[in-house]
């Protein structure tokens, strides 16, 4: 499939918010997601990542929630907002703008939109769906839960990924429990042997994260497109 890359400036966010976009070529009424980095940031992996959902059939926009900024000093307040401010920080905020933005493109259909985030971004994700109507899928991986945590009950569905033996996993165990009780449409799955970052192309040497990697991107595509 021919697709078209570039960097984009995303309006209306946090000064010099930017991000990578992909789209299939010649496509009308595309289903779209959201992008968010983990800790390394807007990097190949994710850029790679972003095409591949191209590839799937999506228009994608990687958000690089730390454009013109320190990535230190982001980390250490993303982080303490994650605590302190779950549901609404300035991170959300830029997330929320993003989103504006892709609805706004023309090959774009806006009533089919979701959003995909590893460890920080996948927190961001769950967070943000619970504040955000406009979201009908997140795909979170190795995510913390938000806080609280009952803000879960007002998420859109959930194609959720973690390892079986992580810092994140008890996150996912509850909030797996709250879209249960919720009756919230959830694919949650727990992979042994895998390790953090399991989808980042710089750890799939091991046979636990290949396995990982492929078994939960297979899952994430099957409920999109249930859901998308």
């Known amino acids: 499939m021919e697709l078209v890359t570039k960097s984009v400036s995303i309006p ?8 990578y976009f992909a789209h299939p070529t010649g496509g009308e009424s595309l289903p779209a997601l959201v992008i968010i980095h983990e800790a390394f940031g807007l990097n190949d992996n994710i850029r790679q990542i972003t095409e591949r959902f191209a590839n799937e059939g999506y228009a994608a926009l990687a958000v690089d929630l730390f454009a013109g900024r320190n990535r230190m ?3 250490f307040r993303f982080f303490s907002d ?3 401010n779950s549901l609404n920080h300035n991170g959300i905020q830029d997330l929320k703008v993003a989103l504006t933005h892709l609805q706004d493109q023309p090959m774009v259909d806006k009533n089919h939109v979701g959003a ?4 920080m971004g996948g927190g961001f994700a769950i967070a943000w769906a619970c504040s955000d109507e406009r979201l009908k899928v997140i795909a979170p991986f ?3 839960a938000p806080r609280p945590i009952e803000a879960v009950a007002r998420s859109c569905a959930v194609v959720g990924s973690w390892p079986e033996k992580d810092f994140s996993t008890g996150g996912g165990h509850n909030v797996e429990a709250l879209l249960s009780k919720n009756n919230i449409p959830h694919d949650i799955k727990f992979y042994p042997g895998a390790t953090h970052s399991f989808l980042n192309s710089r750890r799939d040497s091991k046979p636990e994260n290949q396995t990982a990697a492929a078994d939960s991107w297979e899952r994430m595509m099957a409920f ?5």
């Open 12 to 19: 209306g966010g946090t000064p010099r918010l930017s991000g």
């Open 73 to 75: 000093v982001c980390m």
């Open 224 to 228: 999109f497109k249930e859901q998308l």
């Open 116 to 119: 995909v985030g590893f460890c």
């Open 142 to 144: 190795y995510a913390m």
């Open 82 to 84: 994650m605590f302190m």
